[in-house]
C-alpha cells in the first residue's frame, strides 16, 4: 500500500479547499455526487482512520471503518475504491468487484479503482479485462503514472506465473 499524503496533511488540505476537491491517495479524482451528512472534518478523520488501518494491514478493521464512512459519504469514488481493496485483501472477491463497479460508475476516470480492479481481474484469471484497465490507464494517465506502472507489473507478473 503505498501513502501519497499523510492525514495531517489531508486535513490541511480540506481546510483550504472544500470536500468537492478531496483526491485520495491510491485513487484518481472524484468528487462525490452528493454532500456528505456531517461535517466534511469528521468524514475526513475517519477516512484517514481507515488509510492507518489498511497502511497497517488490519483489513477487517478498515472494512468496518469504510462501511461507516460509506454511511456518512455516500456516492464517493474514493471511499468504494477503498472498500473494494479491503474486501479484495479479505479474499471477499465479489463484494470487491461490486465496489468496484460502484466506484467506476460514480468516476469512470478513478485511476486508483482502475487499477486496483484490474488487480482484481488478475485474481480472477480475467487478464483480458486487467489488460482493459491498463489500456484506460494509459490513455488516462499515460505510461508513467503510478496506476498504470503497479498494474502493468502486476499483470507482467500474472503472465510470468502462467
Known amino acids: 500500500m503505498r501513502t501519497r499524503i499523510s492525514a495531517g496533511a489531508l ?3 480540506l481546510s483550504l479547499a472544500p470536500i468537492s476537491s478531496l483526491h485520495a ?3 484518481g479524482p472524484s468528487a462525490p455526487s452528493s454532500a456528505p451528512t456531517s461535517k ?11 488509510r492507518s488501518l489498511i497502511a497497517a494491514k488490519n483489513y477487517s478493521q478498515a472494512l468496518v ?10 456516492n464517493n469514488a474514493d471511499v468504494k475504491n477503498l472498500l473494494g481493496l479491503t474486501s479484495r485483501k479479505l479474499g471477499q472477491y465479489s463484494q470487491a ?10 468516476d469512470p476516470t478513478h485511476l486508483g479503482a482502475l487499477e486496483y480492479q484490474g488487480e482484481l481481474f488478475i485474481i ?7 489488460k482493459r484497465n491498463l489500456a484506460t ?6 505510461t ?19
Open 65 to 74: 471503518e469504510l462501511k461507516r464512512v460509506d454511511r456518512v459519504m455516500t
Open 25 to 27: 491517495a491510491d485513487s
Open 137 to 142: 490507464l494509459k490513455r488516462l494517465c499515460g
Open 144 to 162: 508513467s503514472c503510478e496506476e498504470y506502472e503497479d498494474l502493468a507489473n502486476a499483470i507482467t507478473a500474472s503472465t510470468k506465473k502462467g
Open 11 to 13: 486535513a490541511l488540505c
Open 97 to 106: 468487484s461490486g465496489y468496484y463497479v460502484k466506484a467506476l460508475q460514480i
Open 40 to 50: 466534511p472534518s469528521v468524514a475526513v478523520d475517519e477516512l484517514a482512520k481507515s
Open 124 to 130: 480472477q484469471k480475467k487478464v483480458a479485462l486487467a
